[in-house]
C-alpha cells in the first residue's frame, strides 16, 4: 500500500515518485505560472509607458532663457513662435510623443509617433491656429495626407492641453489629447 504525501510523491517499497495527482498539478502550476507571467509583462509595459509620459510632461518645459512671467492665459503658447515645442498624450489609446513648432504667422508644423513602435513611423502635422485655443492640423502619413486634425486648448495650472478628434480618411474618427507644461 503506497503512502501519499500533501506533494503528490508516493512511497512504494522506499521509493519514491510522482503520482498522476502530482503531474496535474505540475502542468496547473505551468499554465498558472505562464499566465502570471503574462499579467506581470502586460503591468511592466503599462508602467513603461506611464514613466515615460511623466517623462515627457516634465521634459516639455520651455528653455529656462525664456520667461512666461507676465504672460496671460491666452498667449502661453506665443513664446514658442518658431521654436518646436515637446508634448506627450495619446492618439485613441496609443501613448503618443508631439513635436510642434508655432509659427509667428500662425502655421503649426511638426510630427508624431508611438514610442511603441519604436520610432518606426512618423507622422508629419502641418496646419494653422485658426483662432486662440483653436488647431486644426492635417496629419501626413509617407506623404499621403491620411487624417485632419480639430483641436481646442485648454489651461489648467501650469499645463497646456490640446485635445480632440482626429478624422481620418478611412472615416474612423479617433480622440487625441496632448499636454506640455507651460511653465
Known amino acids: 500500500m503506497a503512502k501519499n504525501d500533501s506533494w503528490g510523491l508516493s512511497c512504494r517499497g522506499g521509493q519514491a515518485g510522482l503520482t498522476d495527482r502530482s503531474l496535474f498539478s505540475l502542468a496547473d502550476h505551468r499554465i498558472f505560472f505562464y499566465h502570471r507571467a503574462q499579467q506581470i509583462s502586460l503591468i511592466m509595459k503599462f508602467l513603461i509607458t506611464l514613466t515615460i509620459a511623466m517623462l515627457a510632461l516634465i521634459a516639455c518645459t520651455p528653455p529656462a532663457s525664456q520667461s512666461t512671467t507676465g504672460t496671460s492665459v491666452n498667449s502661453l503658447d506665443e513664446y514658442a513662435n518658431g521654436t518646436v515645442q515637446q508634448y506627450g498624450g495619446s492618439v485613441g489609446s496609443r501613448y ?21 513602435d519604436h520610432g518606426t513611423i512618423s507622422y508629419q502635422l502641418k496646419g494653422k491656429n485658426t483662432a486662440d485655443g483653436q488647431l486644426v492640423l492635417t496629419e501626413y502619413t509617407q506623404g499621403r495626407q491620411t487624417a485632419i486634425l480639430t483641436l481646442n486648448k485648454s489651461i489648467s495650472q501650469s499645463l497646456i492641453t490640446w485635445s480632440g478628434t482626429m478624422h481620418n480618411t478611412d472615416g474612423r474618427v479617433i480622440p487625441v489629447s496632448f499636454t506640455r507644461n507651460g511653465q
Do not use: E, R
Request: net charge positive.
Open 96 to 116: 503618443a510623443m508631439f513635436q510642434l513648432t508655432w509659427k509667428s504667422s500662425g502655421n503649426v508644423v511638426g510630427s508624431y509617433y508611438h514610442p511603441a
